[in-house]
């Protein structure tokens, strides 16, 4: 068990653990959920209006897609060097390119999730009475639930892992412990990098079991899809 | 009634009142297209008119002018002596039931949800709106168990029974229908046809119904008005003088080569009232 190397040093030294759960470790869980919730909730927000926009107005989309796509290609830590020339050493230098990363998976997302809306549903919709908001708001959006709630989930669970990149600015969550492992007097210390990467990993499956077990909450209709019909009753 | 266009055909019943009329009537769109041309049409109220022609003869379209879906480029189209222009969109499709061919029922919704739309978009009391939906369930011929389904586990027959329950929720004097039985097998369309009739024999809604199965628009209309390609009326008259006399080339090939033999299975069906009714409508045009 000397995978890192110096000294036979363990894998996992649960006194590391012991001594720090409520301190070091703590504060960098702490950390860690702000600075992976906070860019979801912020991509959501600007995500919704803007593939709302895209769908309403189809020629907008090419383009957004186009520049989002670019977006999702810089890698993280180029976009966090570059924001902290803006914002400094802050969690907005984290967040907002979170932020904007989730924004490029959420859009097209919105943008499937109401072009999922078969015209039929819509044609009924506007044929009994519906305005154009209500129509979205009881009609549209609730069909493109699932689409979006998929794009949820990966955006959710890209951030929990990309913001230990943030480390590297030292702005990084559970990613200051690996920071730590790494740069530990006397030769790396595999103990706080293990603890981040088993924290980080159960974190992403967590946040990913809450939204699904929301989405099946939201949307009971959706359980029921691929359960069989019944047969012709005639009567 | 003078001020009215009265060709002989539409002039069959004189004393029935018009729910919808159409007046000179042209849909045409930006790239030059006519959906309809110069159309006339005064459908009688608590009837079934039915709107038959083979694709692109502008049926569909006609229909959906009543209820603005969409919008006539020159002429009138009027409901209940009003103008359609001068509705708000919502309000006037509050008032008109509307079914379609592949029910467009909500998926998010149960069967009761769906069929108690309109009262809830009318703002009616919900708990009275959804023991009105579980009363017009029952009617509609659906299995009371159904109501708290989600339309994807219902086959497309019994949608359709849905789509023709939350048609009805809010109690509509007109009801349009287009091809809303096509999607179904035949025998499932036979007895949804029957019900349909029956239902129509209590409720004596105005009904516009679009189909492009003339078999259906002969059992089912007390008015037919056949459409040929370019949105014209090519004629309107009750469905025994269709069978007997159609107007041209056209309504004869459209008919097909079995008209006798439809005429002669219709005429057998007609029922003794329907018969007589007739005899009388004659009567009174002479």
Redesign the interface.
Known sequence: MTAFGTGGEPLLRWSYVRDNYDGVIWEALKEHLVLSFTPVLLGLAIALPLGLACARWRRLYPPVLAATSVLYAIPAIGLFVVFVAFTGLTYTTVVVPLALYTLSVLVPSVVDGLRSV?E??R?????????PL?RLVQ?EL??ALPVLMGGLRVATVANISLVSVGALIGIGGLGQLMVTGMKWPGGAYPTPIVVAIVLIVVLALLADLLLLLLQRFL???ER??R?R??????? | MDTRRNDGATGADEDVSRLITFAGVTKRYADGTVAVDHLDLEIPAGKITVLVGPSGCGKTTTLRMI?R?VEATEGTVTVDGRNVRDVD??????GIG?V??????????TILDNIA??PF?LGRDKKQARAEARALMDRV?L?PAFAG??P???????QQRVGVA?ALAADPPIL?MDEPFSAVDP??RA?LQDEFLRLQSELEKTIVFVTHDIDEAVKLGHRIAVFQVGGRLAQFTAPDDLLAAPASDFVRDFLGGERGIRRLRFTQELDAERDAEREAERAGER
């Open positions: 078969p039929h549903v044609q009924s919709a506007v044929a009994m009475g519906f305005g209500r009609v609730p069909i949307m009971p209709w029921v899809r359960s019909r019944p047969a012709e009753v005639t009567r | 209820n879906m969109p919502p309000t006037l499709r509050r509307y379609i061919q592949q029910a467009g029922l909500f998926p998010h919704r739309t309109v978009l011929g299995d389904r989600y994807a586990q219902l086959s497309g027959g019994q939350r349009l025998i499932v007895s």
